[in-house]
């Protein structure tokens, strides 16, 4: 989870960011971390993972991770749940990366008249990271097309 101040407010972000295509699979938005901010990522990303299929979720040791509700809702899907380590942050490099990207392509680069603006544009770089931006190590495909590939494939 990432959180965004502006105009004396904030903003939290919650995704999930499938390791190998790097697509963001599902992700929330919520003026608070609440605890319905996690579980409902969860829903949004059960509607497109098979159950049973043995996955792993790596998270850090947030509060919401730690609740049982989202621990039952893991093991009910045959998700594994991974955690940090205290004081490890190693461990959430990738998601970090991908926080820091999206702060660099889009909340420095911009002005935004409102919170409001600012999470259209958001949900618009979501799309546009999924769907329309190229990497040179995925051979230039975006991470969606990507994951469609590497799942054809398996």
């Given at each position: 989870?990432?959180?965004f101040?502006?105009?004396g407010?904030?903003?939290?972000?919650?995704?999930i960011l499938?390791l190998?295509?790097?697509?963001?699979?599902?992700?929330?938005i919520?003026?608070r971390p609440?605890?319905s901010?996690?579980?409902?990522?969860?829903?949004?990303?059960?509607?497109r993972i098979?159950d049973?299929t043995?996955l792993?979720?790596?998270s850090d040791?947030?509060?919401?991770y730690?609740?049982?509700?989202?621990?039952?809702?893991l093991?009910?899907?045959?998700?594994?749940q991974?955690?940090?380590r205290k004081g490890n942050?190693l461990?959430?490099?990738?998601?970090?990366?991908f926080?820091?990207?999206?702060k660099?392509?889009?909340?420095?680069?911009?002005?935004?008249?409102?919170?409001?603006?600012?999470k259209t544009?958001l949900?618009?770089?979501?799309?546009?990271?999924?769907?329309?931006?190229?990497?040179?190590?995925?051979?230039g495909?975006?991470?969606?097309?990507?994951r469609?590939?590497?799942?054809?494939?398996?």
């Amino acid at each position: 989870m990432t959180e965004f101040s502006l105009f004396g407010q904030k903003l939290c972000l919650s995704p999930i960011l499938d390791l190998c295509s790097r697509d963001i699979v599902s992700y929330t938005i919520s003026d608070r971390p609440v605890l319905s901010m996690v579980t409902q990522m969860l829903d949004k990303a059960f509607v497109r993972i098979p159950d049973k299929t043995n996955l792993i979720l790596h998270s850090d040791q947030g509060w919401q991770y730690q609740h049982k509700q989202y621990q039952r809702m893991l093991k009910e899907k045959g998700i594994r749940q991974s955690m940090s380590r205290k004081g490890n942050c190693l461990d959430n490099a990738v998601i970090e990366n991908f926080f820091g990207l999206l702060k660099t392509e889009l909340l420095y680069l911009q002005e935004f008249e409102s919170m409001e603006h600012f999470k259209t544009e958001l949900i618009d770089y979501l799309d546009y990271y999924n769907n329309r931006r190229s990497k040179a190590k995925r051979k230039g495909l975006p991470p969606a097309i990507h994951r469609l590939q590497a799942l054809s494939v398996a």
